[in-house]
């Protein structure tokens, strides 16, 4: 059974800090994993998506790897903006069968201090 | 092109009451899922629906329904409101089932049972 965690489960950091959050899988089969934002009760954006063939994916000033013989994904962040403070999720669809199911971890709030 | 709408925003119910939530998929999109998220559990599974089918269904209670219509837009149900049902519901959307396509959410429907 696939059991998604994410450390730490909060941080604050100064404006301009280049930071990285950590996601960890317990079931190295895995489709993708794909990292969300929320900000206050609204709903997820999605952020990237790493398909299990790849080791990284990039937008801007994020950078997400993926390392299945560990079990781990990084998202960094690169120069970190106050814009930025949000909880962000990592999440990984379950394995088999035809469903989109997401076991998604328990996400990382982000304050970044102007 | 539009992404995943979600209607209505906010609803306050009475317990007892029961509630429909609506979400309309990206356009060409098949998969609806839902998950509620709530302070202490999380971002829970509630269903999967494809093509009109239900695929997966999470450990919720039988007043907890749902459905999809032939042009792909979900709605569920939730019967007999109890006050532990007060959550953010959240739909998303993707182009197929089978967990390798990437997931987009709606902005949520904030659910008080009062």
């Known amino acids: 059974k696939q059991e998604v965690t994410q450390i730490p489960a909060a941080l604050s950091v100064p404006e301009g800090e280049n930071l990285v959050l950590n996601c960890s899988f317990t079931?190295?089969?895995?489709?993708?994993l794909q990292w969300f934002r929320q900000d206050p009760g609204k709903g997820l954006t999605s952020l990237l998506l790493?398909?299990?063939?790849?080791r990284e994916q990039t937008s801007g000033r994020l950078n997400a790897s993926l390392d299945k013989s560990s079990g781990r994904s990084t998202l960094y962040i690169a120069a970190s903006q106050p814009g930025d403070s949000a909880t962000y999720l990592c999440?990984?669809?379950?394995?088999?069968?035809?469903?989109?199911?997401?076991?998604f971890g328990t996400g990382t709030l982000l304050a970044v201090q102007p | 092109k539009a992404g995943v709408t979600q209607t209505p925003r906010y609803l306050i119910k009475t317990r007892g009451q029961q509630v429909t939530l609506s979400c309309s998929p990206i356009?060409?999109?098949?998969?609806v899922s839902w998950y509620q998220q709530t302070p202490g559990q999380g971002l829970q599974f509630l269903f999967e629906?494809?093509?009109?089918?239900?695929?997966n269904k999470g450990n919720f209670p039988g007043r907890f329904s749902g459905r999809q219509f032939s042009n792909s837009r979900s709605e569920m149900n939730v019967s007999t409101l109890e006050l532990g049902d007060s959550a953010l519901y959240l739909c998303?959307?993707?182009?197929?089932?089978?967990?390798?396509?990437?997931?987009?959410f709606g902005q949520g429907t904030r659910l008080t049972v009062v």
């Open positions: 079931d190295s089969a895995i489709y993708n």
């Open positions: 998303a959307s993707s182009f197929r089932t089978g967990g390798e396509t990437e997931a987009f």
């Open positions: 356009s060409g999109h098949r998969s």
């Open positions: 629906y494809f093509s009109e089918t239900q695929r």
């Open positions: 790493i398909q299990s063939s790849q």
């Open positions: 999440a990984a669809p379950r394995w088999g069968g035809a469903t989109n199911k997401l076991i």
